[in-house]
């Protein structure tokens, strides 16, 4: 069983992000573990870039804030490196493919195999286009993450199909970034993931309060939270640490108490 695999089994996923190097590479190493302890199940890792366009202005302002610091791709996977030799934890890139094509597919999932890296999501990889980046992938044992947006249910089932890893649900069309309400039809969505695929199917995309994790973990099998976490990061600086532990603990309560 994966890493992965693990994080959903038998219960239902808190997934946290992070940007890497936001506000160092130091802190995200200490961020990581604090979350981890706080019941975080999975973790994703931004690979900062210039033009993040999924992204809403908090994590915008987090990646600007990464490579203002100089933060290398390469120094985030010695971070990383760094940081299996401490936790388990599933680690999930999230990045564009500009990043990854530049280092090249080869090289690049090479490395992700080398420093214990689980998977990658890649917000601007056309479905349509997965395939010449998931075969690379594939032979690292790295598993391309697909995100499945609110839209047809043809293209829905389509995509759950070929999923590996667990599934990106897309709570809200646009860009990241708290929402106060969520009104997508989620339930419908999970319906139709589950018509063709076994898959785990995680909800992200503006969560932020335990009232909303409670209410998509009651059909989900994992809430993301990113924004929030950011926004914490931001506030807090090199002081996260306590205020991160406090609030992945809540909200993993919350999913917890919907089993």
């Given amino acids: 069983m994966s890493r992965i695999q693990k994080a959903f089994e ?12 936001d506000p ?17 199940d999975l973790i994703e890792i931004g690979i900062p ?22 933060v290398t791709t390469d120094d985030i996977f ?4 760094k940081l299996r030799e401490k936790t388990e934890i599933p680690l999930v890139f999230m990045t564009y493919l500009n990043p990854v094509f530049h280092y090249g597919y080869e090289a690049f999932f090479e490395r992700c195999q080398d420093v214990g890296t689980d998977g990658i999501i890649i917000p601007d990889l056309p479905f349509e286009e997965k395939e010449e980046v998931d075969v690379v992938a594939s032979r690292y044992g790295i598993d391309l993450i697909s995100m499945i947006a609110p839209t047809s249910k043809e293209r829905i089932r389509k995509i759950a199909k070929g999923a590996k890893g667990f599934l990106y649900v897309v709570s809200s069309m646009g860009v990241t970034g708290e929402r106060t ?16 695929s076994s898959v785990p199917a995680a909800v992200g995309f503006g969560i932020h309060t335990p009232d909303q994790a409670a209410e998509i973990s009651k059909t989900a099998d994992g809430v993301i939270v990113g924004s929030a976490v950011v926004k914490l990061i931001e506030k807090y600086g090199s002081h996260a640490g306590g205020h991160l532990y406090t609030y992945v603990r809540m909200m993993k309560e919350a999913v917890s108490h919907s089993e």
């Avoid at 160092?24 to 975080?40: H, P, Q, V, W």
């Avoid at 033009?51 to 990646?63: C, F, K, R, Y």
């Fill in 10 to 21: 038998n219960k239902k996923a808190f997934i946290a992000f992070l940007t890497a190097g």
């Fill in 24 to 40: 160092s590479l130091d802190k995200t190493e200490e961020y990581i573990l604090e979350m981890e302890r706080a019941g975080a």
């Fill in 49 to 70: 870039f210039s033009d993040p366009t999924a992204e809403g202005s908090v994590i915008q302002g987090a990646n600007i804030c990464a490579l203002a610091g100089g």
């Fill in 78 to 81: 010695d971070m990383v490196k």
């Fill in 181 to 196: 309400n969520i009104t997508t039809d989620i339930g419908g969505m999970l319906k139709e993931i589950r018509s063709v």
